[in-house]
Protein backbone atom coordinates (compact mmCIF):
# COMPACT_ATOMS: atom_id res chain seq x y z
CA UNK A 1 0.00 0.00 0.00
CA UNK A 2 1.61 3.33 -0.95
CA UNK A 3 2.19 5.70 1.93
CA UNK A 4 -0.44 8.34 -0.14
CA UNK A 5 -3.31 5.17 0.61
CA UNK A 6 -2.40 4.45 3.68
CA UNK A 7 -2.19 8.46 5.28
CA UNK A 8 -5.63 8.53 3.53
CA UNK A 9 -6.93 5.39 5.29
CA UNK A 10 -5.60 5.81 8.76
CA UNK A 11 -6.95 9.16 8.98
CA UNK A 12 -10.31 7.78 7.53
CA UNK A 13 -10.20 4.98 9.98
CA UNK A 14 -8.45 5.95 12.92
CA UNK A 15 -10.91 8.06 15.05
CA UNK A 16 -9.02 6.66 18.29
CA UNK A 17 -4.95 8.05 19.11
CA UNK A 18 -3.04 6.92 21.69
CA UNK A 19 -0.73 9.72 22.60
CA UNK A 20 1.77 7.96 25.28
CA UNK A 21 2.31 9.64 29.05
CA UNK A 22 5.06 10.27 30.76
CA UNK A 23 3.92 10.14 34.03
CA UNK A 24 1.86 6.81 34.06
CA UNK A 25 2.72 4.07 36.64
CA UNK A 26 2.46 2.10 33.42
CA UNK A 27 5.98 1.76 31.37
CA UNK A 28 5.99 2.92 28.54
CA UNK A 29 5.83 -0.52 26.89
CA UNK A 30 3.02 -1.88 28.90
CA UNK A 31 1.56 1.26 27.62
CA UNK A 32 1.96 0.48 24.26
CA UNK A 33 1.28 -3.40 24.41
CA UNK A 34 -1.87 -2.90 25.86
CA UNK A 35 -3.04 -0.10 23.90
CA UNK A 36 -2.47 -2.83 21.06
CA UNK A 37 -3.62 -5.57 22.28
CA UNK A 38 -6.81 -3.74 22.72
CA UNK A 39 -7.28 -3.16 19.22
CA UNK A 40 -5.84 0.26 18.73
CA UNK A 41 -3.72 1.17 15.44
CA UNK A 42 -2.94 4.52 15.44
CA UNK A 43 -0.62 5.79 18.34
CA UNK A 44 1.36 9.14 18.97
CA UNK A 45 4.70 8.98 20.39
CA UNK A 46 5.44 11.63 22.61
CA UNK A 47 8.67 11.85 24.99
CA UNK A 48 9.09 15.51 26.40
CA UNK A 49 13.11 15.57 27.69
CA UNK A 50 15.38 12.10 26.00
CA UNK A 51 17.78 12.53 23.74
CA UNK A 52 17.25 12.25 20.09
CA UNK A 53 19.30 8.66 20.00
CA UNK A 54 16.66 7.13 22.53
CA UNK A 55 13.76 8.73 20.83
CA UNK A 56 14.95 7.49 17.66
CA UNK A 57 15.40 3.78 18.54
CA UNK A 58 12.00 3.38 20.32
CA UNK A 59 10.28 4.97 17.34
CA UNK A 60 11.96 2.54 15.33
CA UNK A 61 10.88 -0.07 18.04
CA UNK A 62 7.71 0.62 17.81
CA UNK A 63 6.99 1.85 13.69
CA UNK A 64 8.14 -2.27 13.14
CA UNK A 65 5.56 -3.19 15.45
CA UNK A 66 2.83 -1.24 13.77
CA UNK A 67 3.85 -1.56 10.64
CA UNK A 68 3.45 -5.45 11.18
CA UNK A 69 -0.06 -4.67 12.49
CA UNK A 70 -1.03 -2.80 9.66
CA UNK A 71 -1.10 0.44 12.39
CA UNK A 72 0.29 4.04 12.35
CA UNK A 73 2.70 6.10 14.41
CA UNK A 74 3.20 9.75 14.76
CA UNK A 75 6.15 11.02 16.52
CA UNK A 76 5.55 14.05 18.92
CA UNK A 77 7.33 17.92 17.86
CA UNK A 78 10.51 15.67 15.93
CA UNK A 79 9.83 15.44 12.33
CA UNK A 80 13.54 14.51 11.94
CA UNK A 81 13.23 11.35 14.00
CA UNK A 82 9.92 10.82 12.35
CA UNK A 83 11.64 11.52 8.61
CA UNK A 84 14.35 9.14 9.74
CA UNK A 85 12.48 6.05 11.25
CA UNK A 86 9.87 6.01 8.47
CA UNK A 87 6.91 7.23 10.90
CA UNK A 88 3.40 7.61 9.19
CA UNK A 89 3.34 10.98 10.67
CA UNK A 90 4.35 14.08 13.01
CA UNK A 91 2.73 16.13 15.56
CA UNK A 92 4.04 20.20 16.03
CA UNK A 93 2.53 22.12 19.09
CA UNK A 94 1.71 25.50 18.55
CA UNK A 95 5.39 26.90 19.33
CA UNK A 96 7.13 23.41 17.83
CA UNK A 97 7.63 24.84 14.43
CA UNK A 98 5.76 26.47 11.26
CA UNK A 99 3.39 23.83 9.31
CA UNK A 100 4.55 25.20 5.91
CA UNK A 101 8.13 24.87 6.39
CA UNK A 102 7.62 21.26 8.60
CA UNK A 103 5.66 20.11 5.28
CA UNK A 104 8.40 20.78 3.33
CA UNK A 105 11.13 19.31 5.29
CA UNK A 106 9.13 15.93 5.36
CA UNK A 107 7.48 16.14 1.74
CA UNK A 108 3.74 15.40 1.04
CA UNK A 109 3.61 11.40 1.84
CA UNK A 110 4.12 11.92 5.70
CA UNK A 111 1.08 12.88 7.96
CA UNK A 112 1.47 16.43 9.36
CA UNK A 113 -1.05 16.80 12.23
CA UNK A 114 -0.78 20.46 14.68
CA UNK A 115 -2.04 21.39 18.00
CA UNK A 116 -4.79 24.60 18.14
CA UNK A 117 -6.88 25.73 21.24
CA UNK A 118 -8.60 28.40 19.43
CA UNK A 119 -10.84 28.97 16.83
CA UNK A 120 -8.56 31.79 15.53
CA UNK A 121 -5.61 28.92 15.76
CA UNK A 122 -7.78 26.86 13.28
CA UNK A 123 -8.77 29.18 10.80
CA UNK A 124 -5.45 29.92 10.26
CA UNK A 125 -4.90 26.66 9.22
CA UNK A 126 -7.30 26.60 6.95
CA UNK A 127 -4.92 26.66 3.87
CA UNK A 128 -2.07 24.87 5.34
CA UNK A 129 -0.68 21.58 4.51
CA UNK A 130 -1.62 19.85 7.76
CA UNK A 131 -3.47 16.70 7.25
CA UNK A 132 -5.30 17.31 11.14
CA UNK A 133 -5.62 19.19 14.44
CA UNK A 134 -5.84 18.35 17.45
CA UNK A 135 -8.28 20.72 19.39
CA UNK A 136 -7.84 21.34 23.38
CA UNK A 137 -7.80 20.47 26.00
CA UNK A 138 -11.08 19.44 26.81
CA UNK A 139 -10.63 19.12 30.45
CA UNK A 140 -7.21 19.51 33.03
CA UNK A 141 -4.52 17.49 32.22
CA UNK A 142 -1.46 16.03 33.88
CA UNK A 143 0.08 14.95 30.52
CA UNK A 144 1.28 18.24 29.51
CA UNK A 145 2.88 21.46 31.29
CA UNK A 146 2.29 24.77 30.62
CA UNK A 147 -1.38 23.75 30.03
CA UNK A 148 -3.11 25.94 27.32
CA UNK A 149 -6.92 27.61 28.49
CA UNK A 150 -9.56 24.21 29.44
CA UNK A 151 -11.91 24.43 26.28
CA UNK A 152 -15.02 22.06 27.53
CA UNK A 153 -17.75 20.53 25.44
CA UNK A 154 -18.99 23.60 25.00
CA UNK A 155 -15.91 25.45 24.16
CA UNK A 156 -15.00 22.06 21.88
CA UNK A 157 -18.40 22.99 19.98
CA UNK A 158 -17.88 26.89 19.83
CA UNK A 159 -14.50 25.97 17.59
CA UNK A 160 -15.76 23.18 15.66
CA UNK A 161 -18.99 25.45 14.33
CA UNK A 162 -16.50 28.20 14.02
CA UNK A 163 -14.12 26.15 11.74
CA UNK A 164 -16.90 24.84 9.89
CA UNK A 165 -18.99 28.00 8.95
CA UNK A 166 -15.58 29.39 7.91
CA UNK A 167 -14.72 26.00 5.66
CA UNK A 168 -12.06 24.52 7.50
CA UNK A 169 -12.24 20.65 6.67
CA UNK A 170 -9.11 19.61 9.08
CA UNK A 171 -10.07 16.10 10.52
CA UNK A 172 -10.58 17.25 14.04
CA UNK A 173 -9.06 15.21 17.07
CA UNK A 174 -10.15 16.56 20.37
CA UNK A 175 -7.16 16.18 23.00
CA UNK A 176 -6.27 16.94 26.61
CA UNK A 177 -8.14 14.77 29.54
CA UNK A 178 -10.78 12.98 27.39
CA UNK A 179 -12.64 9.90 29.11
CA UNK A 180 -14.82 7.29 27.58
CA UNK A 181 -18.08 9.07 28.39
CA UNK A 182 -17.18 12.21 26.13
CA UNK A 183 -16.39 10.08 22.90
CA UNK A 184 -20.60 10.34 22.01
CA UNK A 185 -21.09 14.01 23.16
CA UNK A 186 -17.44 15.14 21.07
CA UNK A 187 -18.48 12.97 18.06
CA UNK A 188 -21.71 14.35 17.51
CA UNK A 189 -20.10 17.36 17.16
CA UNK A 190 -18.63 16.30 13.82
CA UNK A 191 -14.82 15.58 15.24
CA UNK A 192 -12.86 13.06 13.62
CA UNK A 193 -12.19 11.19 16.74
CA UNK A 194 -10.47 11.04 20.01
CA UNK A 195 -7.04 11.28 20.93
CA UNK A 196 -6.05 9.81 24.51
CA UNK A 197 -3.43 9.82 26.84
CA UNK A 198 -3.72 9.16 30.65
CA UNK A 199 -7.53 7.13 30.48
CA UNK A 200 -5.52 4.54 28.46
CA UNK A 201 -1.67 4.94 30.03
CA UNK A 202 -2.75 5.27 33.21
CA UNK A 203 -5.64 2.35 33.26
CA UNK A 204 -5.53 -0.65 35.73
CA UNK A 205 -5.89 -2.53 32.44
CA UNK A 206 -4.93 -0.44 29.40
CA UNK A 207 -5.73 -3.26 26.92
CA UNK A 208 -9.55 -3.05 28.35
CA UNK A 209 -9.43 0.69 28.42
CA UNK A 210 -8.46 0.86 24.94
CA UNK A 211 -11.54 -1.83 23.82
CA UNK A 212 -14.24 0.20 25.83
CA UNK A 213 -13.18 3.35 24.06
CA UNK A 214 -12.90 1.30 20.50
CA UNK A 215 -16.47 0.26 21.74
CA UNK A 216 -17.99 3.61 22.16
CA UNK A 217 -16.71 4.96 18.81
CA UNK A 218 -17.87 1.97 16.96
CA UNK A 219 -21.68 2.19 18.52
CA UNK A 220 -21.96 5.49 17.18
CA UNK A 221 -20.59 5.11 13.87
CA UNK A 222 -22.59 2.01 13.04
Known amino acids: MGRELRKELALRTGRLMFITHPNSQN ?84 ALGVTVNTAEQ ?28 ILGIEGIRNVVTKAREAGVTHPIFVIGGVENIDVRPLLALGVHGVAVSGSIASASDPAFATQKFLESIEKILR
Open 122 to 149: LLALKDAPIDYVGLGPLRFTRTKENLAS
Open 27 to 110: SLQEQLEGYVNGGGRLVQIRLKGVAKEELSRVVTRVVGVMDELGGSVIVNDNWEVARATGAWGVHIGQKDGDPYKVRKAVGESM
